[in-house]
């Protein structure tokens, strides 16, 4: 549902950049950063002002691996899936913490590419959080201290 702040947030996108469409790969980084995804209602009202089609828009940021069009589970865990990370533990971390956590809906395990720490791998986030070294324990725990918070 659209507020007050969205539209202008929405306003701000559309000045930033002019009202030139072939900006909306930027705009969907903005609202990644605004939201932490792209809420369907914040997409269709940028299009109504860009004046192209919701789908069309969509199409062109659903090629994208990092937009997110669901709002987030509460807690997001993010593993580097770069090579550096991939051939040093990274692989066999994604399998165990999406076993592990496959019946918690409130943990999201994704995967992302490359985070610049890659000497320090595995490399994990934990929302907003980074984890060097990473291991399965050192993950569940500090998710464990997270949810009890
Ligand atoms: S490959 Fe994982 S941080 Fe670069």
Known sequence: MLEEK????????????NNDK????EMGFDILNEYGYIPKYILQEL?????????EAFSNLSFFNEFKFEKPKG?????CNGIS?????????IDELKEYYKEDSNVL????YCFKCCAQYPVVYVNDEIILNANKEVIIEKINSKIKI
């Open 109 to 112: 395990v994704s995967t992302g």
């Open 22 to 25: 072939t900006y909306l790969i």
């Open 85 to 93: 990370c991939y051939f040093n533990g990274a692989k066999e971390l």
């Open 47 to 55: 299009c109504k002002k860009l004046n192209i089609p919701y789908s």
């Open 6 to 17: 969205d539209l202008e947030f929405i306003d701000s996108l559309i000045k930033k950049y």
């Open 75 to 79: 807690i997001k865990i993010n593993i």
